[in-house]
C-alpha cells in the first residue's frame, strides 16, 4: 500500500513538473506574442502617421490648386456657377 502511494506521489510530482514546464513555455510564447503584436502596432502607428501627412499634404495641394482655378475664372470673369461646378 505504502509503495502504491509513493509511486502515485512520484506520478502526480512529474505531472507537476511537466504542467510546471508547459506553464513556463506557454509564457514564454505568450510574451513572444505581446511583443510581436507591440512590434505590429508600432508599425501600423507609423503608418498610419505617415499616411495622415499625405493626406494632409493632398487637402493643401488640392485647396491651392482650388484657389488659383477660382482666380484665373476670376480674371477671365467667368461666373461664380462655374467656378462652383468644380
Known amino acids: 500500500e505504502i509503495e502504491r502511494l509513493e509511486h502515485s506521489i512520484s ?3 512529474n505531472q507537476i513538473e511537466k504542467y510546471k514546464g508547459q506553464d513556463a513555455s506557454s509564457n514564454t510564447q ?14 501600423t502607428d507609423k503608418k ?16 491651392q490648386l482650388k484657389n488659383g482655378i477660382q482666380s484665373i475664372f476670376t480674371r477671365i470673369g467667368a461666373t461664380s456657377a462655374s467656378v462652383d461646378e468644380m
Open 48 to 63: 498610419a502617421e505617415e499616411y495622415d501627412g499625405r493626406y494632409n499634404l493632398a487637402v493643401r495641394t488640392i485647396n
Open 30 to 43: 505568450r510574451k513572444k506574442t505581446v511583443r510581436d503584436l507591440e512590434d505590429k502596432l508600432t508599425k
Open 11 to 13: 506520478t502526480m510530482r
